[in-house]
């Protein structure tokens, strides 16, 4: 039962290159999120997804693409990185009815750093 | 704009007191309300999740209350230990989910 899986698990980067980081789940979940986690700054939300096919922007968007092609796959595209995107990046899944969600489910994490 | 503020920031507490969290968010019109529980380094661990329709929910020495109408959550946790030092994290959804900069809890032994 693997849940949600986040690839890679660590990586670094040099200012410019660019990077794909993939979150797969295995539960028929429709929402699909990506956050960033910087100290003391909780969560903050990148871009969510609805459903296969949809993408709607956070609160913190810049710098960031994301595809929904698979209802199952939600990937997180750097198209040029930066050192303030130097993160631990979250994805998250959860079901909705469109009036109820369930319990949301986390990745493990990816640990980024761009230098 | 959905806002979640969790006070206080940080608590120290001695081993065994009972303790309170708090979380407040702005737009009441959510569809739940979860909190979690983060480890140095580590990723999210769901503690309760509260739907909108309710009022508590219980889980061991945890108690999550709800009051959609006011905008507040608390998180009460019984006899705590110092295995329950952690950063807690509330998170409120309606199409997407929402974190508050979490209570980063120390007990001391």
């Known amino acids: 039962n693997a849940g949600v899986t986040q690839t890679p698990k660590f990586r670094v980067l040099k200012t410019g290159q660019s990077m794909t980081l993939l979150c797969a789940q295995d539960m028929n979940h429709e929402y699909m999120y990506w956050y960033r986690q910087d100290p003391g700054m909780g969560l903050r939300l990148i871009h969510y997804?609805?459903?296969?096919?949809?993408?709607a922007k956070g609160e913190v968007p810049d710098g960031y693409n994301v595809s929904r092609l698979k209802k199952q796959n939600f990937l997180l595209g750097l198209e040029s990185a930066a050192p303030s995107q130097t993160s631990v990046y979250f994805c998250a899944s959860s079901y909705s009815t469109g009036s109820m969600n369930t319990e949301a489910f986390f990745g493990q994490g990816t640990r980024l750093t761009v230098v | 704009k959905q806002e979640v503020t969790q006070i206080p920031a940080a608590l120290s507490v001695p081993e065994g007191e009972n303790l309170v969290l708090n979380c407040s968010f702005t737009d009441s019109a959510i569809y739940n309300l979860q909190w979690f529980r983060q480890d140095p380094g580590k990723g999210l661990t769901s503690l309760l999740l509260?739907?909108?329709?309710?009022r508590e929910q219980t889980s061991g020495r945890l108690n999550a209350s709800l009051d959609k109408s006011s905008g507040r959550s608390t998180l009460y946790i019984a006899a705590s230990q110092p295995g329950d030092s952690a950063t807690y994290l509330c998170?409120?959804?309606?199409?997407?989910?929402?974190f508050g900069k979490g209570t980063r809890l120390h007990i001391l032994p």
């Open positions: 509260i739907q909108s329709s309710q």
């Open positions: 998170a409120v959804a309606d199409d997407k989910i929402i």
């Open positions: 997804s609805v459903g296969e096919g949809t993408t």
